[in-house]
């Protein structure tokens, strides 16, 4: 059955950095549109990242241009979300999305920006 589980939040203080994970499994992860959404509390579901399926393209919210990276593995069937210059603006869920016509989600790791 198909998966995605992320990992890698927790609480970092502000200017710090944190690596997130989405593992993914019972889908053909090399040919997905990988996605990084978050949810603060209050707020709507926004889109973080996006890379292709070969990782050749990326794009980013405008909020964090410049301080998260988005990458892949697909030898490891992983995505990844190097998060740097950490705001206490940026705590919300993170979650995962896999896109390719259907679109599989995750449940998300929480992320708190907090001194």
């Known amino acids: 059955q198909v998966q995605l589980v992320e990992s890698g939040g927790g609480l970092v203080q502000p200017g710090g950095s944190l690596t997130l994970s989405c593992a993914a499994s019972?889908?053909?992860?090399?040919?997905?549109?990988m996605t990084w959404y978050r949810q603060a509390p209050g707020k709507e579901r926004e889109l973080v990242a996006t890379?292709?399926?070969?990782?050749?393209?990326?794009t980013y919210a405008d909020s964090v241009k410049g301080r998260f990276t988005i990458s892949r593995d697909n030898a490891r069937n992983t995505m990844y979300l190097q998060m740097n210059s950490l705001k206490p603006e940026d705590t919300a869920v993170y979650y995962c999305?896999?896109?390719?016509?259907?679109?599989?989600w995750g449940k998300g790791t929480l992320v708190t920006v907090s001194a």
């Open positions: 890379i292709t399926s070969t990782g050749g393209g990326t």
């Open positions: 019972g889908f053909t992860f090399s040919i997905y549109t």
């Open positions: 999305n896999a896109r390719r016509g259907v679109s599989y």
